[in-house]
C-alpha cells in the first residue's frame, strides 16, 4: 500500500528536488511551504510521514512537530536541519521526532533520504505501540508518579486536607533555587511561601491571601491563574481533582506562547489600519487604536461588548450566519458585497467599509481577526471622477504631450495619455484627487517653496501650490522639474503651468504641460558618473568618497555633531577569489555592496576603494550607542550566506569605526583610526567590528612588541613543547600523546596557545612556529619511545595557514625524515571550523596527508557546525570530541554523545572524549563503549624530561581502572 509524505519545504526548487527522489521509492508526495498549511494538510488528509525543514517562515519544524502532536496529529515526523549547526538535529531528536535528515549543500543526503525516511516509519509504527500501551496504563492508574516525573509541566499533588503528596522532578527543577523552603514543602502555607519566595501569582500579594486565593480559584475553582517567576518565565496553574478529594496543581511553562500574544497584541494595536478581534460569542476582546478612531468609541466602549454594536440591525442576522460558517472554516476571505456592507459609528451614522477577515490564536483559542477599511475617500474620488468635465478629458486625450487639467483648489479633472505612459500612473488613480505633488520630487517643491516664498513675500507650503502659485497670480510658469513614475523612476522634464480662465477672465483652473528632457539629462549625468564611481559595484570610488567626507566634515565644523568613518575589508576575499575564481569575485564583491548600501541610511555614504576595502561616511552619527547600532546593523547584513552560482559562502566582515571630532577633525587621520580599528577587529577573530579608542594604537605596540618577543623565544629556544597521555579505557593503557606549545616569558608570563597561534597566523610566522612544534613533537616522541621500549601516537595540531600553505606536504615529510618518525605515529589534527571554510581542495590535501601513512583527526569537534557526511567522506580516522560535549553529563549532554559515537560507529572511526576530568565520566564512557580519552584526570600536559618520569604513574592509573 503506497505511503503518503507530507513535505514541509519553503525552497521551492528544494522541494521540487526532494519529491523527486521519495517519489522513486513509491511514496506520494504532499508538498506545502508552512507550517500552518502543513498543519492544515496533516488535519484533512491521512499523512503516514511527514519530512519538514527547520527552519520554516511561521515556526521551526521542530514547533511544528511539537504542536502537531498537541492537535492529536501522530504521522511519523523526520526534521531537515542545515549544514551549519549539528546541535539543531540533538534538539529534534530530543524533542521526540522520529529521525533527522543532515541538508547539505552539495545534495549528498539525498542519497540516503529514503532509508531515512523508511526507518522513521518503522521507528515511528514501534512508538505508536509504545504509545497505545501507555494509554492504557494511564487508564488504569489515578497517579503514575514515573510518567509525572518526565512530563514537561511541574506537577504537584495534594491530598483532600491539602496537604503535599507529590511533586515530580520538573517542580523540584522549578524551585531548586530555594531548597530550604523546597524540603520544607508540606501543605498549601508552605506552597504559598515557596511561590512567595519565587515569583508572583497573578492576583495574590501576602502568603495569607496566597494560600487564600490558591484554595478558592486554583483548588476549587479550578481557575487557570498565570505566576510569574523572578527569572522572568511565566507559567499557567492549572488544577485537575482525582477522587477521594485530591487535587493536582499543574505549572505549565507558557512564557514563549504570551511573547508570541504580546507581539501579536502589539502588531494590532499599531497598525495603520482599524482592526478589530472577536471570539466564538461574538464578544470583541481587541481593538486597535485605528478602530477607535474609525467607530468614534474609546477602548473601554468596545472591549467585551458584541460585535452587533458596530453592525446595521438590518445586516446583523446575515452577519452572525458569515461568522458562524467563518469559525467553521477559516480560511482568509473579505466581506464586501458592492457597496451594502456598512459600518455603525457611535453617533450612529453609517460608515461604508471593506472586512477582511482571518484566523489567529490567542492563549490558545480561536479568534477572528477583522481588517476594516474605510471606503468613505475612495467612493468620494468615485464620486469626483463622474464629476470631472468630459469636454476637458477628451481635449486633453488627443494631446500628444503629457497634459494634467486641475481646478482651482488642485483637484485633478483629467490627465492625457501621454502623461500615463510617461508615469505609468492611471488615470483614474489621480482623476479625483489631489496627489499632483506625488508626481514630483519632494527636495525640489521644498526648495522650490523657499525660493517662491522670497521671490512672492509670502509663504508658499511645500506642496501642489508651489506649481501653480505663479499661475494663480496670472503669470505662466516655466521650470525645470523630476518627474517621479510609479515605479519610482526619475524623469527630467520641463513643466509649463498656465492658469485656465472664462470669457470672462474668471479663473477656473491650471493647466500643466510636461515634455521629457530625460535623455539629455541621462548624457550629463553619466559623464558625471563614470568619472566618480567604481565600475564594477557602481558605488562612489575614492575620489567621490574623500570630496564628499570633506564636503560632511565642512558641515560638522559650521554645526557641530559628529560623523563617523567606517574602513571595512571582507574576511579571507583573497581565498575565495583563489579558489573559485576573480568572476566570482567580482560578484562576490557586487553583493557586498549591496549589502552595505541596504545597511546604511540614505544620508550615509559607501565606496569602494579598491580590492576588497569598502569605506562609509556617516554624517550626524549621534551617541555612542548610535554609532554600536550602526555598527551591529552593518554587521547584521552578512548573517545570511552569499549565493555564487550553486555555491552558498558565508562571508564575514572585519570592520573599524573612527569619529569626528573625537578621533580627529581631518579625512587623512579619521581614515588612518578606522583603518586601525579594522586590524584590532582583525586581530580579534574577524567577523566583527571595533569602534576606535587611544588605547589601540597603544595595543598595536604592544602586539607588535609580543610577536618580536615570540620570534625571538623560537631563536633562543625559549619555546616548549608539552604533552598529555590518550587513554585507551578498553586495554587502560596509554597509546599516544598530544603535543601543546608551551612559552613562558618573563615579560609576558605564561602565554598561551589562544593569544600566540591567532598572532603567528596574522603575521604569517605561524609557518616556522607550525614547522618547529611538528618536527619536535615527532622528535621527542621518538626519543620516549626509545626511552619506554613502547609504541606510541603522536597527535599534532595544523592551523589554517598551515593547511592551506602549498608546502605543507614537504614541511610533513621533513619533519619525518628529520626526525626518523615512522608516519603511522603521527596524527594531524585539522579544528573542526576548518571543514567548512578551508579551500575546495581540502579533500585532496587530506587524501595526500593520509596516502604518506600519516592519519588524520577533527580536532574540538561539536563547537562548530560540520557536516557528518563530509567529514565521513574525507577519510579521517579520528573524532576529538571538544570536552563542551561531555561537561557535567546533563541528560542532554549525554544525548549529543550517544549521538556522535553511534555516528562514529557507523563511519568507522576512532572517538578520543577530551576533557576527561573524573570517574563519573569515565564510567559514562566506558558504558557507551569509547575506547580512547584524555584530560586531566590522567595527567596534565607535560615537558618531555617530565612525562618520561611521569609515564609509569599514568600508566598504573589508566590500568587500576574499573571495567563496565
Keep these: 500500500m503506497k505511503k503518503w509524505l507530507l513535505l514541509v519545504e519553503d525552497d521551492p526548487d528544494q522541494a521540487a528536488l526532494m519529491q523527486v527522489v521519495v517519489e522513486q521509492a513509491d511514496f506520494g508526495v504532499l508538498t506545502v511551504g508552512s507550517a500552518k498549511d502543513a498543519l492544515s494538510c496533516m488535519q484533512q488528509a491521512s499523512v503516514d510521514i511527514v519530512l519538514s525543514d527547520y527552519n520554516l517562515p511561521d515556526m521551526t519544524g521542530v514547533d511544528l512537530y511539537k504542536v502537531a502532536t498537541e492537535r492529536g496529529l501522530y504521522p511519523a515526523f523526520v526534521v531537515m536541519t542545515a549544514v551549519t549547526d549539528m546541535r539543531l538535529a540533538y534538539e529534534a531528536l530530543s524533542a521526540g521526532v522520529d529521525d533527522f535528515v543532515v541538508k547539505d549543500t552539495s545534495g549528498s543526503f539525498l542519497e540516503v533520504l529514503n532509508s531515512i525516511l523508511q526507518r522513521a516509519i518503522e521507528k515511528h509504527a514501534l512508538r505508536g505501540r509504545a504509545r497505545a500501551l501507555r494509554r492504557e496504563l494511564e487508564e488504569a492508574k489515578d497517579l503514575s508518579h514515573t510518567t509525572l516525573d518526565i512530563v514537561e509541566q511541574g506537577v504537584l499533588v495534594l491530598g483532600a486536607d491539602y496537604t503535599v503528596k507529590y511533586r515530580n522532578r520538573r517542580f523540584n527543577k522549578l524551585f531548586a533555587k530555594s531548597k530550604s523552603a523546597l524540603d520544607n514543602l508540606s501543605d498549601l502555607v508552605s506552597l504559598a511561601i515557596l511561590l512567595s519566595e519565587n515569583g508572583v501569582l497573578d492576583g495574590a500579594e501576602t502568603i495569607s491571601h496566597l494560600r487564600d486565593f490558591l484554595r478558592k480559584h486554583v483548588l476549587e475553582g479550578n481557575e487557570a491563574v498565570d505566576y510569574r517567576t523572578n ?91 458569515h461568522m458562524t460558517h467563518f469559525f467553521e472554516d477559516m480560511s482568509t476571505r473579505v466581506m464586501r458585497e458592492g457597496r451594502d456592507l456598512s459600518l455603525l459609528r457611535k453617533d450612529l451614522s453609517p460608515l461604508p467599509v471593506e472586512i477582511s477577515l482571518s484566523g489567529i490564536q490567542l492563549r490558545g483559542e480561536t479568534r477572528v481577526l477583522a481588517t476594516i477599511i474605510d471606503l468613505s475617500p475612495r467612493i468620494r474620488a468615485e464620486n469626483a471622477i463622474r464629476q470631472a468635465s468630459a469636454l476637458t478629458q477628451s481635449i486633453i486625450d488627443s494631446s500628444p504631450f503629457s497634459m494634467i487639467a486641475m481646478d482651482t483648489e488642485g483637484c485633478i479633472l483629467a490627465v492625457s495619455p501621454s502623461l500615463e505612459n510617461l508615469l505609468h500612473y492611471d488615470k483614474h ?47 505662466t510658469d516655466r521650470n525645470n522639474w523630476t518627474f517621479i513614475s510609479r515605479e519610482g523612476a526619475r524623469l527630467h522634464v520641463n513643466v509649463t503651468v498656465s492658469p485656465l480662465r472664462t470669457s470672462e477672465a474668471q479663473l477656473t483652473g491650471f493647466l500643466l504641460v510636461a515634455y521629457d528632457r530625460s535623455d539629455q539629462k541621462r ?65 562576490l564583491l557586487v553583493e557586498v555592496a549591496h549589502r552595505l548600501v541596504k545597511a546604511v541610511r540614505e544620508s550615509d555614504t559607501v565606496a569602494r576603494m579598491g580590492g576588497d576595502e569598502f569605506m562609509m561616511v556617516l554624517p550626524d552619527i549621534g551617541s555612542q550607542d548610535d554609532a554600536e547600532s550602526l555598527c551591529k546593523k552593518i554587521h547584521a547584513a552578512f548573517s545570511e550566506p552569499v549565493r555564487l552560482g550553486d555555491k552558498s559562502l558565508p562571508v564575514t566582515p572585519s570592520f573599524g569605526l573612527s569619529i569626528s571630532p573625537r578621533d580627529g577633525t581631518d579625512h587623512e587621520t579619521l581614515i588612518k583610526r578606522a583603518d586601525v580599528a579594522m586590524y584590532e577587529a582583525k586581530r580579534a577573530g574577524r567577523n566583527g567590528y571595533r569602534i576606535y579608542n587611544d588605547r589601540m594604537a597603544t595595543l598595536q605596540s604592544d602586539e607588535r612588541m609580543f610577536e618580536q618577543a615570540l620570534r625571538n623565544a623560537l631563536d633562543n629556544h625559549l619555546l616548549s613543547v608539552h604533552y598529555q597521555p590518550v587513554i585507551d579505557l578498553q586495554s587502560r593503557t596509554v597509546t599516544g600523546f598530544e603535543a601543546f606549545l608551551r612559552w613562558n616569558d618573563d615579560q609576558f608570563g605564561a602565554v598561551s596557545p589562544g593569544r600566540m597561534i591567532p598572532m603567528a597566523e596574522s603575521s604569517g610566522f605561524i609557518l616556522k ?47 619525518l625524515r628529520l626526525s626518523g618518525l615512522n608516519p603511522s605515529n603521527l596524527v594531524l589534527e585539522v579544528n573542526e571550523t576548518m571543514l567548512r571554510s578551508e579551500p575546495a581542495n581540502l579533500s585532496e590535501r587530506l587524501s595526500q596527508l593520509k596516502a604518506m601513512g600519516i592519519r588524520l583527526a577533527v580536532d574540538d569537534f561539536g563547537t562548530g557546525f560540520s557536516n557528518l557526511a563530509q567529514i565521513a567522506e574525507l577519510g579521517v580516522t579520528l573524532i576529538k570530541v571538544d570536552r563542551a560535549c561531555l561537561g557535567d553529563l546533563t541528560r542532554r549532554e549525554q544525548a549529543l554523545f550517544r549521538a556522535l559515537k553511534a555516528f562514529t560507529e557507523g563511519a568507522g572511526l576512532d572517538l578520543v572524549a577530551e576533557g576527561v576530568e573524573n570517574l563519573e565520566q569515565i564510567t559514562f564512557l566506558n558504558a557507551l563503549g569509547c575506547n580512547l580519552a584524555q584530560g586531566y584526570y590522567f595527567s596534565r600536559p607535560q615537558p618531555l624530561p617530565d612525562l618520561i618520569e611521569s609515564l609509569d604513574k599514568v600508566s598504573e592509573l589508566a590500568k587500576n581502572l574499573k571495567k563496565n
Excluded at 494590532?268 to 482599524?274: F, H, K, L, R, Y
Excluded at 520630487?441 to 511645500?462: H, I
Excluded at 559650521?558 to 574576511?571: F, H, M, P, T
Aim: net charge negative; aromatic share 6%.
Design 523 to 587: 548624457h550629463e549625468e553619466y559623464m558625471r558618473h563614470i568619472a566618480h564611481h567604481d565600475p564594477l559595484t557602481q558605488l562612489p570610488n575614492r575620489t567621490l568618497m574623500l570630496d564628499r567626507l570633506n564636503m560632511a566634515l565642512q558641515r560638522q565644523r559650521r554645526y557641530g555633531g559628529s560623523l563617523g568613518v567606517v574602513v571595512l575589508d571582507v574576511d579571507k576575499f583573497k581565498q575565495i577569489n583563489d579558489t573559485y575564481g576573480h568572476d566570482s569575485g567580482d560578484e
Design 231 to 321: 527569572s522572568g518565565q511565566i507559567y499557567e496553574l492549572k488544577c485537575r481533582s482525582l477522587k477521594d478529594g485530591m487535587h493536582v496543581i499543574i505549572f505549565d511553562e507558557v512564557t514563549h506562547q504570551r511573547a508570541e500574544v504580546d507581539v501579536l497584541a502589539k502588531t494590532i494595536q499599531w497598525a495603520p489600519v482599524a482592526m478589530l478581534a472577536v471570539d466564538a460569542e461574538g464578544k470583541i476582546i481587541l481593538a486597535n487604536q485605528a478602530a477607535h478612531n474609525l467607530t468614534g468609541y474609546d477602548q473601554n466602549e468596545l472591549l467585551g461588548e458584541s460585535i452587533d454594536l458596530l453592525i446595521p440591525s438590518s445586516l446583523r442576522k446575515r452577519h452572525h450566519n
Design 769 to 815: 612556529l607550525g614547522e618547529w612544534v611538528l618536527t619536535r613533537a615527532c622528535s621527542d616522541m621518538v626519543e620516549l619511545m626509545a626511552r619506554s621500549g613502547q609504541i606510541f601516537t603522536v597527535s599534532v595540531n595544523l592551523s589554517s595557514k598551515q593547511f592551506e600553505h602549498a608546502d605543507l606536504l614537504e614541511t610533513v615529510a621533513r619533519a
Design 429 to 475: 488613480f489621480l482623476i479625483g484627487s489631489r496627489s499632483l505633488p506625488l508626481l514630483f520630487d519632494s527636495d525640489e517643491l521644498n526648495e522650490r517653496a523657499q525660493a517662491l516664498s522670497q521671490d512672492l513675500g509670502r509663504e508658499v507650503r511645500p506642496g501642489q501650490e508651489v506649481l501653480i502659485a505663479r499661475a494663480r497670480e496670472g503669470a
